[in-house]
């Protein structure tokens, strides 16, 4: 497996209200996104070294993005934040690899920064109870 940067990042995706999926890769600034297990700890007293079980999986993503509001773009995807049950499809794409996710939509904030700069920070958590992966 090559080493490779971040750069030309190839599809960043969440669908709309009408389940229709948008491109939003050319509004994002920046993705962060974690893949994570809980554990529970089994430790005996009888153990000199931690000693776990692995328990669920989950997923969570935070997305930064331009104030979009031409056609369907950032603000259309994620205005309705207010209404209940904002399920959505996440797709991300990088190098060949590809990561799907039904997520919930879990908050909208806007940001005027002093520069004039306008941005929204969208974070989801996993909605489906479906294990994330890679494929």
């Given amino acids: 497996m090559a080493k490779e940067s971040g750069l030309g990042w190839t599809t960043a995706s969440r669908d709309n209200s009408s389940a229709a999926l948008k491109a939003l890769v050319n509004c994002i600034t920046n993705v962060d996104f974690s893949i994570t297990r809980n554990t529970q700890d089994l430790t005996g007293m009888d153990k000199s070294s931690m000693e776990r079980l692995l328990l669920l999986g989950d997923y969570s993503s935070t997305w930064t993005l331009l104030f979009n509001d031409c056609g369907c773009k950032s603000f259309c995807v994620h205005k309705t934040i207010a209404s209940?049950?904002?399920?959505?499809?996440?797709?991300?794409?990088?190098?060949?690899?590809?990561?799907?996710?039904?997520?919930?939509?879990?908050?909208?904030?806007?940001?005027?920064?002093?520069?004039?700069?306008?941005?929204?920070?969208?974070?989801?958590?996993?909605?489906?109870?479906?294990?994330?992966?890679w494929s």
């Fill in 84 to 133: 209940a049950d904002v399920l959505r499809s996440e797709s991300l794409v990088v190098s060949g690899q590809t990561l799907n996710n039904e997520v919930a939509l879990i908050d909208m904030a806007l940001s005027r920064g002093a520069d004039g700069s306008f941005i929204i920070t969208a974070p989801a958590a996993l909605s489906s109870g479906t294990d994330p992966t």
